[in-house]
């Protein structure tokens, strides 16, 4: 398959990908408001923190492996790839059997120490719920590694349209559960059961578009201990984004309340569905781009990655400005005017979309190289001091400064990554803007076969 036509091939798949993410995002919100209520509902976005965070987790040795894998069967070193995919499975296996050991252990200090009882929920209700959605992240942290056969094969499309079908049952399963009136406990048993069945139909799938041409994979240590190294690095991804996303939903709680939870989570969604845009791109590009730096084709690497970061730029300012003018209204609308949010506090939620535009689609070279460490010092780093500056901010300002910090965090990291993983792929960030090369450069294919 051509490099262009797996890039158009991954962007339609995304694109379907991130249409049903929003739905899933948008859709189902006025459902929770309208079945359970925004006390109840800000509650359980409360509940689902630990699981939250154990569905980013996945993303830090099973990205690990996946990478490595790819990397090496891109190479054609097929005896590499399929000891990694040895090493790599007994790695997810023993992250997940430390998991249960967590979230067991979770669950029985929660229950000791009275947390589940603080809420409005019921604390059985509370303690079933938690326990199931935990064991279904746990479960989903296998299909990280059955990505790298997709990739692998260069058909991530694939994989990426079995997500969405995975996604869009979720979404459906969830309105008729809420439709009928249960509560937390049918909405996460459900979840559980879909996890289960995807995940086993996923790996089936991707297993049988890799061949290893008769190979046998040993499980070696070498192979571990780079897998936990790099691992480690990814881990900052799901580590960063459950203290920027759940530790300051858990600081607007303590401050401002539940009902400012709902409220502070559902702006921050109508911002994150324009990040789905930015995702898109990065999701379209990397699968082929990835390949090709393990081919070592890095000039049409540089090309595609200034391309890409350029048109992400561009759609954030635009979209950032379309919030602002009718963004709100629309909000009202969705919301069904159940939740109330001041006009500045949107217009500085709104200056993060662009910020965030201006930094989100350069993280894929840390992906690309494999070299996770950059990214994971400074997303880190400023993820705690973003909790920090939330604390400060929401008893100073309330809603007005629980929305600045997010903004600032959004700020400094456009700051420091940008030109980092410019850097990172030997390029300088005024490179990003030499774009009238790209269009002379087509201008002539256009002209040679006309």
Same mark, same amino acid.
């Given at each position: 398959m051509g490099i262009t036509k797996g890039i158009i091939n991954n962007g339609l798949a995304n694109i379907a990908q991130k249409i049903i993410r929003i739905f899933d995002q948008l859709l189902l919100v006025p459902f929770f408001l309208t079945t359970w209520g925004a006390e109840y509902y800000g509650e359980?976005?409360?509940?689902?923190?630990?699981?939250?965070?154990? =569905?980013?987790?996945d993303l830090g040795f099973g990205s690990a492996v996946c990478?490595?894998?790819?990397?090496?069967?891109?190479?054609?070193?097929?005896?590499?790839?399929?000891?990694?995919?040895?090493?790599?499975?007994?790695?997810?296996?023993?992250?997940v059997l430390l998991g249960t050991i967590l979230t067991a252990s979770i669950i029985m200090i929660g229950d000791y120490a009275g947390w589940f009882s603080k809420s409005v929920i019921a604390a059985s209700d509370a303690i079933m719920a938690v326990t199931m959605m935990m064991a279904s992240k746990l479960i989903l942290f296998y299909t990280q590694l059955a990505e790298g056969f997709y990739r692998g094969a260069r058909k991530a499309a694939t994989g990426s349209f079995l997500g969405s079908g995975n996604n869009l049952l979720n979404i459906i399963v969830s309105i008729i559960i809420l439709h009928a009136?249960?509560?937390?406990?049918?909405?996460?048993?459900?979840?559980?059961?879909?996890?289960?069945?995807?995940t086993a139909l996923y790996w089936i799938i991707g297993r049988k578009m890799i061949s290893f041409d008769g190979l046998k994979g040993k499980v070696k240590r070498n192979d571990i201990q780079m897998?936990?190294?790099?691992?480690?690095?990814?881990? =900052?991804?799901?580590?960063?984004?459950?203290?920027?996303?759940?530790?300051?939903?858990?600081?607007?709680?303590?401050?401002?309340? =539940?009902?400012?939870?709902?409220?502070?989570?559902?702006?921050?969604?109508?911002?994150?569905?324009?990040?789905?845009?930015?995702?898109?791109?990065?999701?379209?590009?990397?699968?082929?781009?990835?390949?090709?730096?393990?081919?070592?084709?890095?000039?049409?690497?540089?090309?595609?990655?200034?391309?890409?970061?350029?048109?992400?730029?561009?759609?954030?300012?635009?979209? =950032?400005?379309?919030?602002?003018?009718?963004?709100?209204?629309?909000?009202?609308?969705w919301t069904q005017n159940a939740l109330s949010v001041d006009k500045t506090a949107w217009n500085i939620f709104m200056i993060g979309v662009f910020m965030n535009a201006v930094w989100w689609t350069s993280v894929v070279s840390y992906r690309m190289t494999n070299q996770p460490k950059h990214f994971a010092i400074a997303s880190t780093s400023m993820a705690c001091l973003t909790i920090l500056v939330c604390y400060t901010a929401s008893k100073a300002w309330g809603f007005n400064g629980a929305a600045l910090a997010t903004t600032l965090f959004e700020t400094a990291m456009a700051i420091y990554i940008l030109p980092d993983s410019c850097k990172l792929l030997g390029m300088k960030i005024t490179d990003l803007f030499r774009f009238r090369n790209d269009y002379h450069i087509l201008s002539e294919k256009i002209k040679n076969h006309s």
């Amino acid at each position: 398959m051509g490099i262009t036509k797996g890039i158009i091939n991954n962007g339609l798949a995304n694109i379907a990908q991130k249409i049903i993410r929003i739905f899933d995002q948008l859709l189902l919100v006025p459902f929770f408001l309208t079945t359970w209520g925004a006390e109840y509902y800000g509650e359980w976005l409360t509940l689902s923190i630990v699981p939250s965070i154990l =569905a980013f987790s996945d993303l830090g040795f099973g990205s690990a492996v996946c990478n490595s894998f790819v990397l090496a069967y891109a190479s054609d070193n097929k005896q590499q790839a399929v000891n990694l995919y040895k090493s790599g499975f007994w790695v997810i296996t023993s992250t997940v059997l430390l998991g249960t050991i967590l979230t067991a252990s979770i669950i029985m200090i929660g229950d000791y120490a009275g947390w589940f009882s603080k809420s409005v929920i019921a604390a059985s209700d509370a303690i079933m719920a938690v326990t199931m959605m935990m064991a279904s992240k746990l479960i989903l942290f296998y299909t990280q590694l059955a990505e790298g056969f997709y990739r692998g094969a260069r058909k991530a499309a694939t994989g990426s349209f079995l997500g969405s079908g995975n996604n869009l049952l979720n979404i459906i399963v969830s309105i008729i559960i809420l439709h009928a009136g249960c509560g937390i406990v049918g909405f996460a048993l459900s979840h559980l059961l879909i996890a289960i069945c995807y995940t086993a139909l996923y790996w089936i799938i991707g297993r049988k578009m890799i061949s290893f041409d008769g190979l046998k994979g040993k499980v070696k240590r070498n192979d571990i201990q780079m897998i936990t190294t790099k691992g480690i690095g990814y881990l =900052a991804t799901p580590v960063w984004q459950s203290i920027y996303f759940q530790g300051t939903t858990f600081v607007v709680r303590i401050i401002l309340g =539940a009902e400012a939870v709902a409220v502070f989570n559902t702006v921050r969604t109508v911002c994150r569905s324009v990040n789905q845009i930015f995702s898109i791109i990065n999701a379209a590009i990397f699968p082929d781009l990835q390949f090709e730096y393990g081919r070592g084709n890095l000039p049409l690497v540089q090309k595609l990655f200034r391309i890409a970061v350029d048109i992400s730029i561009i759609i954030g300012f635009i979209g =950032a400005c379309i919030l602002c003018i009718i963004g709100l209204d629309l909000y009202n609308w969705w919301t069904q005017n159940a939740l109330s949010v001041d006009k500045t506090a949107w217009n500085i939620f709104m200056i993060g979309v662009f910020m965030n535009a201006v930094w989100w689609t350069s993280v894929v070279s840390y992906r690309m190289t494999n070299q996770p460490k950059h990214f994971a010092i400074a997303s880190t780093s400023m993820a705690c001091l973003t909790i920090l500056v939330c604390y400060t901010a929401s008893k100073a300002w309330g809603f007005n400064g629980a929305a600045l910090a997010t903004t600032l965090f959004e700020t400094a990291m456009a700051i420091y990554i940008l030109p980092d993983s410019c850097k990172l792929l030997g390029m300088k960030i005024t490179d990003l803007f030499r774009f009238r090369n790209d269009y002379h450069i087509l201008s002539e294919k256009i002209k040679n076969h006309s």
